[in-house]
């Protein structure tokens, strides 16, 4: 009888709700290899509430949680750290993301470069994060083209959430970036306010982020307009459902980047700079800034123009095709896998 190999160790760090939905099926795919790998999960702990909806609904169980309040480039970056420091190999999940600014998206952008720095495995979501990570001198065998882990979480949600259509048009809404607090962010509330009173049969559908810097001009300034809903955050089930029903998506979000065109849903992205351009190149995606005028004219422009609606609906997705998780298992076991490849528009 030969000689059965132990299984390889693996640590699965994550800290907020989004990074949550990103590795849970990194987690399950290497759980469905008991035999090749043996999982633990560290949870750091963020935004308690969120973070704990997303893991139940995901099957995630942390075996460590250490209840910090730290971001989560924040979490990954100190856990790659601290692996560095005991020599112990890092495995980046969704590397390679870069805006060339570090100050937008801060601190995540700074963070990114420190952990794919250090890291032994870059697993980038598509071509283009692959292509900054060899012109910062990676070595090519560290890359992997593996598509984004956020897809393959959407479609096992997704499934069975089709649900009754709502009665009129729905516009969805999230707003959070650091670097837009203060006068950008009132600017951009300023323009919801003008949309929404220049659209009133439209329902604008705000799940508000609890951060202060969020909630007082959010509450200030929007409150009270009889068609624009500031939510408590939705659980990330409930998140999807909006998503799919919605006309439209106006966000500064990542993850929404890469999710709403997986439902043919248009995002206009309220940043001057983004970290996923494949959705701007692909059409379905347009950088609108915080700049009241361009967000009110743009999201207009969705609203009356059906052509200019169909021109970014093209339900193209250039993020993932749901099979991240398993090519990372994949590539950690030793497996043959096929690289991720986007579709043709």
Not at 215 to 244: C, K, S, T
Not at 292 to 305: D, F, G, P, Y
């Amino acid at each position: 009888m030969t000689e059965r190999s132990p299984a390889l160790q693996i640590l699965a760090v994550y800290g907020t709700r989004p990074e949550a939905i990103k590795m849970a099926p990194v987690v399950a795919a290497l759980k469905r290899r008991p035999e090749t790998f043996a999982v633990r999960v560290c949870a750091t702990g963020q935004h308690r509430e969120m973070l704990d909806q997303a893991q139940e609904l995901l099957g995630l169980r942390p075996d460590l949680d250490l209840r910090l309040m730290q971001g989560d480039t924040t979490t990954a970056m100190a856990a790659s750290l601290a692996a560095f420091h005991r020599r112990v190999r890092v495995g980046h999940v969704e590397a390679g993301l870069r805006t060339g600014d570090l100050g937008r998206p801060f601190p995540e952008e700074a963070n990114r470069r420190v952990i794919d720095l250090l890291a032994t495995c870059l697993f980038a979501p598509t071509g283009r994060a692959c292509q900054a990570l060899l012109a910062e001198g990676c070595a090519p065998e560290r890359v992997h083209v593996v598509g984004n882990t956020v897809i393959d979480a959407l479609r096992a949600i997704s499934a069975g959430l089709a649900g009754p259509p709502p009665v009129g048009p729905e516009v969805l809404i999230t707003v959070h970036r650091r670097e837009s607090f203060g006068a950008p962010l009132r600017e951009v509330f300023a323009a919801l306010r003008e949309l929404a009173e220049s659209f009133p049969a439209v329902d604008w559908i705000y799940p508000v982020h609890p951060n202060p810097n969020v909630r007082g001009p959010a509450q200030e300034i929007l409150a009270g307009l009889p068609n624009l809903q500031l939510h408590e955050p939705f659980d990330y089930r409930e998140l999807v459902r909006r998503l799919m029903r919605c006309r439209f998506v106006l966000t500064d979000s990542g993850g929404l980047q890469e999710e709403a065109p997986a439902f043919g849903k248009p995002v206009l992205v309220l940043r001057e700079t983004t970290e996923r351009p494949e959705g701007v190149e692909a059409g379905v995606t347009l950088l609108v800034g915080t700049c009241r005028e361009r967000i009110v004219a743009e999201a207009s422009r969705l609203l009356t123009s059906e052509a200019a609606w169909q021109a970014m609906a093209r339900a193209v997705n250039p993020y993932g095709d749901g099979c991240a998780g398993e090519r990372i298992a994949a590539i950690l076991g030793g497996e043959p896998w096929t690289p991720f490849a986007p579709p043709l528009p």
